[in-house]
């Protein structure tokens, strides 16, 4: 005997029944109402915390039992069932599995799987949008951060003409356009624009003044445009923007905004070894040493010491170990190369 | 009201009837399993179990509701869940790449969403309702396609251009269409609240957030001596450590505006909403306490930032229990008295919609 409340389903009147099985059957009996129905035909609510649950007949009518062990034991003599995810909400083994389990995956998804879908992504994505992105992010800067370039005319000529002269490791020539611009506020900088285009500063050309180094600086460049890396940040960036409001924003807002910036910091490291890769190899291509790179940088990481903007190297990792890694893949090729 | 016939009670006008005090009787602990497993199925099966998970989330906390000792229940299938999450995100997307990009498509897209976000919010409305339940009878929304886009579409344009000046008028529509629509069972609810209502609670707002912009103000004047004193001190540069000690009292200022100033706010609107909506003939009565709701959402806050969301379930049980048992049904005559409507049918597909672009409407 188990007590329970009926529900017609067609007012809200409550009606005290018992509950018992008898063979295949389940029998309803209670205050005017008086029924059996087989019980392969009733739908059990799965238990949610100490919710009352309800086992629902087909025409809509319902009845509401609070006794959830006394329900157990009645359902134990039937062929009824709990659900595997019923099952485990309710314990405590498999709760603290699922939360290593959704840090562990977490963590993989950020470090493998949303780089890897986001660069593939990138290069799935139509041109046109790299292009719109662009002339606007060169709209927005243009004329606040990006000032017209003054070094002359003839030298912008003599570095664009070599840099298209620029043979690509897969083959070709650079189709990138390249822009001179100057700018106080960023310093000794260059960056790549999410269609490939690569923005010079005049602070980079001075500061490092070697032409072969400032085509190594190119060639870095290169990597980013050809990994297009630009668009891969912004898909990853709004993936973890969406996961984050998601997971947070129910709670706050506030919170929610937060995250992006810090996580693109990170990102971009390994982008920069990425473009590193690229750069020493169109160098190599071009007859040129991966060692040019780690000069140009060298200088960079002078020029940026004494200010306190972190510039070209702010989101770049540790500065002597890139500068090693290129100098040990220079010193795997034939001397031949300067 | 309808009535079943031959029910009504002779002696109802000498003996009123207790009030009905909402109880939700969920623990944060017992939720916790549901809530991690939910999630861990939904980042296994990438988003598609969370049309699932919602459905458990919304049973948990209906279930755990209860009006004169029977819980209230949700229906809705995780089916048409997910086949709304997925028209969601389809708008969610195009109006990303339309915001970012300007372009003629730009307008053409927010055109369109405009078009049929009142429709959607309509719908969502129905399919929330719809699949809710007390002792078995069902909810229902009724509003029209007509009134849904003069309430989302025609007052919303006037709000923008009078400056919000209507905004407090187009919230008193808003919750007079939704609430003056809504059946439960045969039994319809009105909506008794008035404009001037809605706008004494705006002013107090601005008025509170006036206090705060000069409080900041002069918080913001006052770092910026501190880092000026720093400056004449030791010559030449600012110092950083005095910049960013200005910097951090203005965005904690801020953060301390939102976490209070926002909770009052939602505190006294919710009262006057819910205390000016009857259900046929019985009364609803909300007295939710305004410091109440900021020690909530400031301590949950709090909690959930220094448990990296792990308090997340505590959280959403301690808010749905302080908020549901602030409220009280004063009822005019026998609560079994309802009667439910014909059997209806209906897509989720509005209601995803409109949670994904957070225009949540509901309670």
Same mark, same amino acid.
């Not at chain 2, 919602?54 to 086949?83: C, M, N």
């Not at chain 2, 339309?98 to 372009?103: E, K």
């Not at chain 2, 969502?124 to 069902?138: A, I, K, M």
């Given at each position: 005997?188990?007590?329970?409340?009926?529900?017609?389903?067609?007012?809200?009147?409550?009606?005290?029944?018992?509950? $018992?099985?008898?063979?295949?059957?389940?029998?309803?009996?209670?205050?005017?109402?008086?029924?059996?129905?087989?019980?392969? /035909?009733?739908?059990?609510?799965?238990?949610?915390?100490?919710?009352?649950?309800?086992?629902?007949?087909?025409?809509?009518?319902?009845?509401?039992?609070?006794?959830?062990?006394?329900?157990?034991?009645?359902? $134990?003599?039937?062929?009824?069932?709990?659900?595997?995810?019923?099952?485990?909400?309710?314990?405590?083994?498999?709760?603290?599995?699922?939360?290593?389990?959704?840090?562990?995956?977490?963590?993989?998804?950020?470090?493998?799987?949303?780089?890897?879908?986001?660069?593939?992504?990138?290069?799935?994505?139509?041109?046109?949008?790299?292009?719109?992105?662009?002339?606007?992010?060169?709209?927005?800067?243009?004329?606040?951060?990006?000032?017209?370039?003054?070094? !002359?005319?003839?030298?912008?000529?003599?570095?664009?003409?070599?840099?298209?002269?620029?043979?690509?490791?897969?083959?070709?020539?650079?189709?990138?356009?390249?822009?001179?611009?100057?700018?106080?506020?960023?310093?000794?900088?260059?960056?790549?624009?999410?269609?490939?285009?690569?923005?010079?500063?005049?602070?980079?050309?001075?500061?490092?003044?070697?032409?072969?180094?400032?085509?190594?600086?190119?060639?870095?460049?290169?990597?980013?445009?050809?990994?297009?890396?630009?668009?891969?940040?912004?898909?990853?960036?709004?993936?973890?923007?969406?996961?984050?409001?998601?997971?947070?924003?129910?709670?706050?807002?506030?919170? !929610?905004?937060?995250?992006?910036?810090?996580?693109?910091?990170?990102?971009?490291?390994?982008?920069?070894?990425?473009?590193?890769?690229?750069?020493?190899?169109?160098?190599?291509?071009?007859?040129?040493?991966?060692?040019?790179?780690?000069?140009?940088?060298?200088?960079?990481?002078?020029?940026?010491?004494?200010?306190?903007?972190?510039?070209?190297?702010?989101?770049?990792?540790?500065?002597?170990?890139?500068?090693?890694?290129? #100098?040990?893949?220079?010193?795997?090729?034939?001397?031949?190369?300067? | 009201?309808?009535?079943?016939?031959?029910?009504?009670?002779?002696?109802?006008?000498?003996?009123?009837?207790?009030?009905?005090?909402?109880?939700?009787?969920?623990?944060?602990?017992?939720?916790?399993?549901?809530?991690?497993?939910? =999630?861990?199925?939904?980042?296994?099966?990438?988003?598609?179990?969370? /049309?699932?998970?919602?459905?458990?989330?919304?049973?948990?906390?209906?279930?755990?509701?209860?009006?004169?000792?029977?819980?209230?229940?949700?229906?809705?299938?995780?089916?048409?869940?997910?086949?709304?999450?997925?028209?969601?995100?389809?708008?969610?997307?195009?109006?990303?790449?339309?915001? #970012?990009?300007?372009?003629?498509?730009?307008?053409?897209?927010?055109?369109?969403?405009?078009?049929?976000?009142?429709?959607?919010?309509?719908?969502?409305?129905?399919?929330?309702?719809?699949?809710?339940?007390?002792?078995?009878?069902?909810?229902?929304?009724?509003?029209?396609?007509?009134?849904?886009?003069?309430?989302?579409?025609?007052?919303?344009?006037?709000?923008?251009?009078?400056?919000?000046?209507?905004?407090?008028?187009?919230?008193?529509?808003?919750?007079?269409?939704?609430?003056?629509?809504?059946?439960?069972?045969?039994?319809?609810?009105?909506?008794?609240?008035?404009?001037?209502?809605?706008?004494?609670?705006?002013? =107090?707002?601005? !008025?509170?957030?006036?206090?705060?912009?000069?409080?900041?103000?002069?918080?913001?004047?006052?770092?910026?001596?501190?880092?000026?004193?720093?400056?004449?001190?030791?010559?030449?540069?600012?110092?950083?450590?005095?910049?960013?000690?200005?910097?951090?009292?203005?965005?904690?200022?801020?953060?301390?505006?939102?976490?209070?100033?926002?909770?009052?706010?939602?505190?006294?609107?919710?009262?006057?909403?819910?205390?000016?909506?009857?259900?046929?003939?019985?009364?609803?009565?909300?007295?939710?306490? /305004?410091?109440?709701?900021?020690?909530? $959402?400031?301590?949950?806050?709090?909690?959930?930032?220094?448990?990296?969301?792990?308090?997340?379930?505590?959280?959403?049980? #301690?808010?749905?229990?302080?908020?549901?048992?602030?409220?009280?049904?004063?009822?005019?005559?026998?609560?079994?008295?309802?009667?439910?409507?014909?059997?209806?049918?209906?897509?989720?597909?509005?209601?995803?919609?409109?949670?994904?672009?957070?225009?949540?409407?509901?309670?």
């Amino acid at each position: 005997m188990l007590q329970a409340k009926y529900f017609d389903g067609r007012s809200t009147r409550v009606r005290a029944v018992n509950l $018992s099985v008898d063979g295949a059957d389940l029998v309803v009996a209670g205050e005017d109402t008086q029924f059996r129905v087989p019980f392969a /035909a009733v739908k059990v609510d799965e238990r949610l915390g100490r919710a009352p649950r309800r086992l629902r007949f087909q025409d809509g009518a319902f009845c509401e039992v609070r006794d959830l062990d006394a329900l157990d034991s009645l359902l $134990s003599s039937t062929a009824h069932r709990d659900g595997w995810v019923d099952r485990m909400q309710r314990h405590l083994q498999f709760v603290l599995f699922s939360i290593v389990a959704c840090v562990a995956l977490t963590f993989a998804a950020y470090k493998w799987a949303l780089p890897w879908a986001a660069a593939k992504g990138a290069h799935h994505l139509p041109p046109g949008i790299g292009k719109t992105l662009s002339v606007q992010t060169l709209n927005v800067l243009d004329g606040k951060i990006l000032m017209p370039s003054k070094i !002359a005319e003839e030298r912008q000529q003599s570095l664009g003409a070599r840099f298209h002269a620029l043979q690509l490791p897969e083959g070709g020539t650079p189709d990138s356009d390249l822009l001179f611009r100057s700018s106080p506020q960023l310093g000794a900088n260059a960056f790549t624009l999410p269609d490939g285009t690569i923005i010079v500063l005049d602070e980079l050309l001075t500061s490092i003044g070697d032409d072969s180094e400032i085509m190594a600086v190119f060639a870095h460049e290169l990597g980013h445009a050809h990994g297009r890396h630009g668009l891969q940040l912004l898909l990853q960036s709004s993936a973890v923007g969406a996961f984050w409001t998601l997971y947070i924003g129910d709670i706050s807002n506030l919170l !929610a905004a937060a995250p992006a910036a810090i996580v693109q910091a990170r990102y971009s490291q390994d982008l920069e070894e990425q473009a590193d890769d690229y750069g020493a190899a169109l160098l190599i291509r071009n007859g040129m040493s991966p060692a040019l790179l780690a000069d140009a940088l060298k200088k960079l990481a002078a020029s940026h010491s004494g200010s306190s903007n972190g510039g070209y190297l702010s989101s770049h990792p540790s500065t002597d170990e890139r500068m090693r890694h290129l #100098r040990q893949l220079a010193a795997a090729q034939p001397p031949a190369l300067h | 009201m309808d009535k079943v016939s031959g029910s009504e009670s002779p002696s109802r006008a000498a003996a009123p009837l207790a009030p009905e005090q909402l109880y939700f009787t969920g623990s944060g602990a017992e939720y916790f399993g549901i809530w991690i497993v939910n =999630l861990l199925l939904t980042i296994v099966t990438l988003g598609i179990y969370s /049309a699932w998970a919602k459905v458990r989330r919304l049973q948990y906390f209906y279930r755990h509701t209860e009006l004169a000792g029977s819980g209230f229940d949700f229906h809705g299938s995780p089916g048409r869940i997910l086949f709304g999450r997925a028209i969601a995100l389809v708008m969610l997307i195009a109006y990303n790449y339309s915001v #970012r990009l300007h372009s003629p498509v730009t307008i053409v897209i927010l055109i369109g969403i405009a078009i049929v976000m009142p429709w959607l919010l309509r719908n969502s409305l129905r399919f929330r309702l719809y699949n809710t339940s007390w002792r078995g009878t069902r909810f229902h929304f009724r509003g029209t396609v007509a009134g849904s886009y003069r309430v989302f579409l025609l007052n919303g344009f006037l709000t923008l251009i009078t400056l919000y000046v209507m905004a407090p008028f187009m919230h008193q529509r808003l919750k007079a269409y939704q609430h003056d629509n809504s059946w439960f069972g045969r039994t319809r609810c009105s909506f008794h609240a008035r404009a001037g209502q809605f706008y004494a609670i705006y002013l =107090l707002l601005l !008025a509170a957030v006036v206090v705060f912009a000069i409080v900041i103000g002069f918080s913001g004047i006052g770092g910026a001596l501190a880092a000026l004193s720093q400056v004449q001190k030791h010559g030449g540069h600012a110092d950083p450590h005095a910049v960013f000690r200005a910097l951090a009292i203005l965005y904690g200022a801020l953060i301390l505006m939102g976490m209070t100033v926002g909770p009052v706010f939602h505190a006294f609107v919710t009262n006057l909403i819910w205390s000016n909506t009857r259900l046929g003939e019985h009364r609803i009565e909300c007295k939710m306490s /305004a410091p109440g709701l900021v020690w909530i $959402s400031v301590s949950n806050f709090v909690l959930v930032v220094l448990t990296l969301g792990l308090f997340i379930p505590w959280a959403m049980v #301690r808010l749905a229990k302080f908020q549901l048992e602030s409220v009280r049904l004063l009822p005019a005559s026998d609560l079994q008295e309802f009667l439910a409507a014909e059997p209806e049918t209906l897509g989720a597909v509005g209601e995803e919609a409109a949670t994904a672009f957070d225009f949540d409407i509901s309670l």
